[in-house]
């Protein structure tokens, strides 16, 4: 009894406590608990509520346990990445070997060095580099939620290195250059927003700007040079002279394989053959042939050579395809052996093909410092007959700009006329305080070929340091053209004429000093350093059986690795203007040659051209790992003696006229001709062009063309300078009536030329596209202000128009 009543009095405090524990309880995360059950519950009483199937509940509770499912196993496997990404290069390194390595690091796989026809006085390494490499490279932009990156890229190449001069005192060597022979081959892996540079069509594009972006800095004939003593002359480093000019006569080849099959390979046809030159970093594109074995083009190329120890004449054949071009044979020859020889006129045999061969003459052209066989030269080109500017080059000018001084700090107050533009004027009405300081560029001219420096921005005493360089048809007759422009008011800071005579009578035919800009500050000056340069060929004096042949070298890459497309299409790469690269300059016509089309205008060749061929430039033992490359070719390259060069526009309409005569005698005007109305207007500083009509134009199709109309003010033949008139349709006398006008100062036009080309339009994605006719259109008359209304005939070329009054 004692036992009970002392349990008597625990069980009474209990019971006195159980009040207190129900006060503890957590409150909220009962409701919260009671409201998880009736979120789970609802849906059950709302599916019987509404009398539909339980196997929506099922199906849900399915759906709910494979997303946590495939989250956890997404998220394992992430784990498991991160941790391997961690602990791959330590393993990789404890288990391999240290030559088996992968290529994280720069890597070296082959080194050459020149000891015959170099300078004693610097060392010539070729690198053969290799780079494969996980990197991570980040970009984000907040306020734009844009995220972009770089995950891989990889990198192979042959580096050239040059250590001159060598010198007597520590460090032994007074500089360092570093460039690539040619393009290199890469490859990068987008993150990010950039993803969408992996796009088929948008990849190979990407690829190709940044390929231009490395060659204005590292790709011959530029280069990055470290002087390692303060003695050391950096520009003469950075801008050296070309070593030559390789002469290349592309002349014909003979029993070429026929790729062409119909009936699916039934019958067996002929090819297309054309032919794709290159010397180090500049491109070529022949003419194509249809359907002939043993094809006669005739064609003539100019190229600079700046280190002939290590790069090669390389030529390959393709069969043109409207799918892909099938590879007809390769050629690779040695420019030491050219330099030897001087002179080669032979017959070589294609590699990688059973059977073809290429004929080919090719000259070694020495620059002289001096004007003594400047007159001989000018007779074996035929410049001395002619008033042309365009044909075989006598000389090559090389300009090294350098910086300005004092040019207009107020572009505004210097140039009134800028007022007057329609964005300066809602700027002063908006009350926004206008930059006054100019951002300069530089547009150097000679003749038709034009070329422009980078720009400078917010400085009025800008530094260049760029090279350029212009192959001259007659020295005596041309001039070099130089202005200084404000590329953010569109308006000249001066500009200034030199004739290249002064450059025959000067020391050295080198002018290196500040020139006084006109129309300009009083005391604007520009520095350059002008060199011209005699193109002189040495016939060295050989024995009668003496017997020579170049030395062809055997292509490092199979036909079946290049993979290659070389369909000729526009290339859309930003840096084919860049000055500082040194393009073969062909034009065309200048010469009385039989075959030379006499007073034809000049096509510039584009610098920006195939891309690598997928071959090495040296012949290095050992070889990276290189992926397949495609070539993109503008087209056909310009020749410089002969009237198959034009553009393939040209070539077109040549064609469509010949079928079009068919052995009759045309007209006068066989592509029929184009009123204009031309004149400048002081008032408004522009130039006014009307397009009013067409009249006898050649029809394209069987149903008649779609012409329109467009124009250049050259030299510029920028997007933004180009003007075009609406399509008419189906009618070989259109009616425009149209005006157009360009911002340029009566001094300014009066020393260019208009360009205007009569085009069928054929609609997207239509092969009836082409060129109907052209006329250049000289602005040099002193009746430009009052203007004046005339008929031009088209040609094929737009030379010799012929003004119907």
Request: glycine content about 6%; some cysteine.
């Amino acid at each position: 009894m004692s036992g009970a009543g002392d349990r008597g009095p625990e069980a009474g405090a209990a019971r006195a406590e159980s009040p207190g524990a129900a006060l503890s309880v957590d409150v909220a995360g009962l409701l919260a608990q009671l409201a998880r059950s009736f979120a789970l519950l609802l849906p059950v009483y709302a599916l019987g509520y509404l009398g539909l199937s339980f196997s929506w509940v099922l199906l849900a509770l399915g759906l709910l346990v494979w997303c946590r499912r495939s989250r956890g196993l997404k998220a394992t496997r992430l784990c498991r990445a991160l941790a391997l990404l961690e602990d791959e290069e330590r393993a990789v390194r404890l288990g391999v070997r240290a030559c088996d390595l992968p290529a994280w690091p720069l890597r070296i796989n082959g080194v050459k060095v020149y000891t015959e026809n170099v300078d004693k006085r610097q060392i010539i390494l070729d690198l053969q580099i290799s780079f494969v490499g996980n990197c991570e490279i980040d970009l984000e932009i907040k306020r734009y939620f844009c995220r972009a990156g770089v995950q891989s890229i990889q990198i192979h190449g042959t580096m050239r290195v040059i250590l001159e001069p060598l010198i007597g005192d520590m460090p032994l060597v007074g500089a360092l250059s570093i460039f690539f022979l040619r393009k290199p081959l890469i490859e990068i892996n987008w993150t990010g927003l950039t993803n969408l540079l992996d796009i088929p069509g948008l990849n190979g594009l990407s690829d190709t700007i940044i390929l231009d972006i490395i060659s204005n800095y590292l790709v011959l004939p530029n280069r990055i040079t470290v002087p390692l003593v303060s003695e050391v002359q950096i520009a003469q480093l950075r801008f050296p002279i070309p070593k030559g000019v390789l002469r290349i006569h592309f002349i014909e080849a003979q029993d070429l394989q026929g790729k062409d099959t119909y009936l699916k390979g039934l019958v067996k046809g002929k090819s297309d053959p054309y032919g794709i030159i290159r010397v180090g970093n500049q491109i070529f594109q022949s003419k194509v042939i249809k359907e002939n074995l043993s094809p006669k083009w005739n064609e003539v190329y100019e190229a600079l050579v700046y280190e002939h120890p290590g790069q090669e004449l390389e030529i390959e054949l393709f069969d043109e395809d409207p799918d892909k071009d099938d590879f007809l044979g390769s050629l690779m020859i040695d420019l030491i052996e050219v330099e030897k020889e001087r002179l080669l006129d032979e017959w070589f045999t294609l590699d990688e093909v059973p059977r073809g061969k290429l004929h080919l003459k090719l000259e070694w052209l020495t620059l002289m410092p001096n004007a003594s066989n400047l007159d001989k030269v000018l007779t074996d080109i035929r410049a001395d007959k002619d008033q042309a500017n365009d044909g075989l080059s006598s000389s090559l000018l090389i300009l090294y700009l350098d910086s300005a001084r004092n040019l207009p700090s107020n572009p505004l107050e210097f140039n009134p006329d800028v007022l007057k533009k329609s964005a300066v004027q809602k700027a002063l009405k908006s009350g926004k305080k206008i930059n006054s300081n100019p951002n300069p560029l530089v547009q150097m001219s000679v003749g038709h070929k034009a070329q422009e420096s980078k720009i400078r921005y917010k400085t009025n005493e800008p530094v260049w340091e760029e090279n350029f360089t212009f192959f001259i048809h007659n020295p005596k007759r041309q001039d070099l053209e130089v202005e200084v422009k404000d590329e953010q008011h569109q308006c000249s800071l001066g500009h200034l004429k030199i004739p290249l005579s002064q450059l025959l009578t000067s020391n050295d035919m080198t002018m290196n000093q500040r020139f006084q800009l006109s129309n300009s500050g009083p005391n604007s000056t520009l520095k350059m350093k002008i060199a011209l340069r005699i193109l002189h060929l040495e016939k060295p004096e050989r024995s009668p059986d003496h017997q020579h042949s170049a030395q062809v070298k055997r292509p490092s890459v199979s036909k079946e690795g290049r993979e290659i497309s070389v369909r000729s299409h526009a290339s859309a790469s930003p840096g084919s203007g860049d000055g500082s690269t040194a393009p073969c300059t062909p034009v065309v016509g200048g010469s009385d040659k039989p075959g030379v089309e006499e007073g034809a205008q000049p096509v510039e060749a584009s610098p920006q051209g195939p891309r690598d061929l997928g071959r090495s430039s040296s012949s290095l033992q050992t070889s990276a790992t290189c992926s397949p490359s495609h070539i993109s070719v503008k087209e056909p390259t310009p020749s410089i003696a002969s009237d198959i060069s034009l553009p393939i526009a040209t070539q077109e309409l040549r064609q469509r006229l010949r079928q079009l005569e068919n052995g009759t005698t045309l007209g006068q005007s066989p592509l029929g001709q184009i009123q204009l109305t031309i004149r400048h207007s002081s008032q408004r500083n522009k130039l006014v062009v009307v397009v009013h009509s067409c009249r006898n134009l050649i029809a394209f199709s069987e149903d008649g063309s779609d012409p329109y109309v467009r124009m250049y003010l050259l030299p510029d033949k920028r997007r933004s300078g180009r003007r075009k008139t609406h399509v008419s349709k189906k009618t070989l006398n259109p009616v425009f009536d149209q005006s157009f006008d360009f911002s340029v100062s009566l001094p300014e036009v009066q020393r260019r030329t208009l360009d205007v080309a009569v085009k069928n339009s054929g609609g997207f994605l239509s092969k009836d596209k082409g060129l109907l006719g052209k006329v250049l259109v000289g602005l040099a008359s002193e009746e430009l202000a009052k203007g004046w209304t005339q008929w031009y005939d088209l040609t094929e070329d737009g030379t010799r128009p012929h003004v119907v009054t």
